[in-house]
């Protein structure tokens, strides 16, 4: 089955403790981004990737990292994690032909506390 | 810088009758438009895909059509029915492969 796997689903965790968000496509896909969602500021791009080893700055980068080493694999670091950095996180892939412009696979997002 | 605005809010209406959603961009030097559906807990799903050539695309019961000069999208589903009660985001795709959300309209369809 084509999907996209975030991993945690959910996690609680304290301010500064560095934490990573994975995230895995199976369908090939060249195009891969990450979101954050949030009341009353709807969805916004943090970081994204055309290919391996090439990665660019969504509207919202400040205080995430990512690597994409591997086609399938792209994800987010929190180096220092801080309370505003509490949110829903979402991970998108899309392929094919101009990649970016193809419909994006959304995975089931990952629900970040920071206390 | 793009922004994109969607409304109302929220929308509820009885079973059987058609829904339009409603999308604004400012900037109308877009590459594509999307819309997505949106459930509880989940993840996002793609519904329909405007390239910026086109002026419409079609699947089912639904229907978006894409005007660019004048920077709004608008989503038709056709004969609402309790299961397409969930929110409805749409998004731009512009210069430098980024892609901006709308707020998202929340919609209720009453049995």
């Known amino acids: 089955e084509a999907q996209v796997t975030q991993n945690p689903r959910y996690l609680i965790t304290v301010t500064g403790k560095k934490l990573t968000v994975t995230c895995s496509q199976n369908m090939n896909h060249e195009y891969m981004s990450w979101y954050r969602q949030d009341p009353g500021l709807g969805l916004r791009q943090i970081y994204y990737s055309m290919n391996v080893e090439v990665t660019d700055k969504g509207d919202v980068p400040e205080g995430y990292k990512v690597s994409r080493k591997e086609k399938r694999n792209f994800p987010l670091i929190l180096e220092s994690p801080s309370p505003n950095q509490t949110s829903l996180y979402f991970c998108?892939?899309?392929?094919?032909?101009?990649?970016?412009?193809?419909?994006?696979?959304f995975g089931d997002g990952t629900r970040l506390s920071i206390l | 810088k793009q922004e994109v605005t969607q409304i109302p809010a929220a929308l509820s209406v009885p079973e059987g009758e058609n829904l339009v959603l409603n999308c604004s961009f400012t900037?109308?030097?877009?590459?594509?438009l999307q819309w997505f559906r949106q459930d509880p807990g989940k993840g996002l799903t793609s519904l329909l895909l405007?390239?910026?050539?086109?002026r419409e695309q079609t699947s089912g019961r639904l229907n978006a059509s894409l005007d660019k000069s004048s920077g709004r999208s608008t989503l038709y589903i056709a004969a609402s029915q309790p299961g397409d009660s969930a929110t409805y985001l749409c998004a731009v795709r512009a210069a430098g492969n980024k892609l901006t959300f709308g707020g998202g309209t929340r919609v209720l369809v009453k049995p």
């Open positions: 405007i390239q910026s050539s086109q």
């Open positions: 998108a892939s899309s392929g094919g032909q101009g990649a970016a412009g193809q419909p994006q696979h």
């Open positions: 900037d109308s030097a877009i590459y594509n």
